[in-house]
């Protein structure tokens, strides 16, 4: 606690700032947002050091060795492929200059650390992030339930006995319907666009 206290007091801390969305194109993370395709920022946090940019599709993140090196990682976690778990926030003490929130998404632990000011923007972005985690949890607990409920119904249709059509036939019929039926589904549940989310959480 020392430590940190004596490295936030002179300075040498990372702590982030939350971006402005006046200010999101003059941010590098802004470079790598594909806005071709519809992605939009949503939330920035800024440090020395590093670039943590939410948009509706992707974490994206920029990774740099430290606050006097130009050097970057650029890492991209999309929200559908890299399930966000853990969400945490730890609000300042009375000493304390910063507050922090913590994610797990994919296997990637996040502690970012923000200016206690900006609490409240925090505590936006925290909301989304737990909202984002439970709709992913949601959709693919009902994916699993779709999945197991088509193998019981191809099964049973399996035995069902016909004069008018070959096994051959039948199989194929089967498979096909529930391919498309899978796949609709799949599409339904796995949710690639949380723009929506976002829109209704930060209060920018």
Request: hydrophobic share 35%; aromatic share 10%.
């Amino acid at each position: 606690m020392f430590k940190k206290f004596a490295a936030d007091a002179l300075g040498l801390s990372d702590i982030g700032k939350v971006i402005s969305p006046a200010d999101f194109d003059k941010v590098d993370s802004d470079d790598y947002v594909m806005h071709e395709d519809g992605e939009k920022i949503y939330f920035i946090i800024k440090s020395k050091k590093d670039e943590y940019c939410f948009t509706n599709l992707a974490l994206i993140h920029l990774d740099g060795d430290s606050a006097i090196s130009s050097k970057r990682m650029l890492k991209r976690f999309s929200y559908h492929t890299h399930n966000i778990s853990q969400v945490y926030l730890e609000t300042a003490g009375t000493i304390d200059l910063d507050v922090e929130i913590k994610f797990i998404i994919g296997s990637t632990n996040f502690s970012i650390d923000v200016d206690k000011k900006q609490i409240e923007q925090i505590k936006d972005l925290y909301k989304a992030l737990i909202k984002i985690s439970e709709t992913v949890a949601h959709n693919e607990e009902m994916f699993e339930y779709a999945k197991q409920s088509v193998a019981v119904a191809k099964e049973a249709t399996g035995r069902i006995s016909t004069q008018t059509t070959s096994p051959v036939t039948q199989f194929d019929a089967i498979t096909e319907s529930t391919y498309n039926w899978l796949k609709g589904k799949h599409t339904e549940l796995k949710v690639k666009d949380f723009g929506a989310v976002f829109e209704r959480y930060i209060n920018n």
